[in-house]
């Protein structure tokens, strides 16, 4: 379980944070894909948003 103060307010805060001891794969902007006729098509598969909740007793 994590803290709202677990929360990192900008990106260059957060990798900061990361153990360089692992390795990190960042994953960023719309999947692409082409289907049978080789038509580009982005945005597709998976959720269109992200929802976050932070819940602070």
Same mark, same amino acid.
């Given at each position: 379980?994590?803290?709202?103060? *677990? #929360?990192?307010?900008? #990106?260059? @805060?957060?990798? @900061? /944070?990361? %153990?360089? %001891? !692992?390795?990190?794969?960042? #994953?960023? $902007?719309?999947?692409?894909?082409? $289907?049978?006729?080789? @038509? !580009? =098509?982005?945005? =597709?598969?998976?959720? /269109?948003?992200? *929802?976050?909740?932070?819940? @602070?007793?």
């Amino acid at each position: 379980m994590y803290a709202a103060a *677990d #929360v990192s307010g900008d #990106v260059p @805060e957060a990798l @900061e /944070r990361l %153990c360089s %001891c !692992r390795p990190l794969i960042f #994953v960023s $902007g719309p999947s692409a894909t082409s $289907g049978n006729e080789l @038509e !580009r =098509v982005e945005g =597709v598969p998976g959720p /269109r948003t992200l *929802d976050i909740l932070i819940i @602070e007793d």
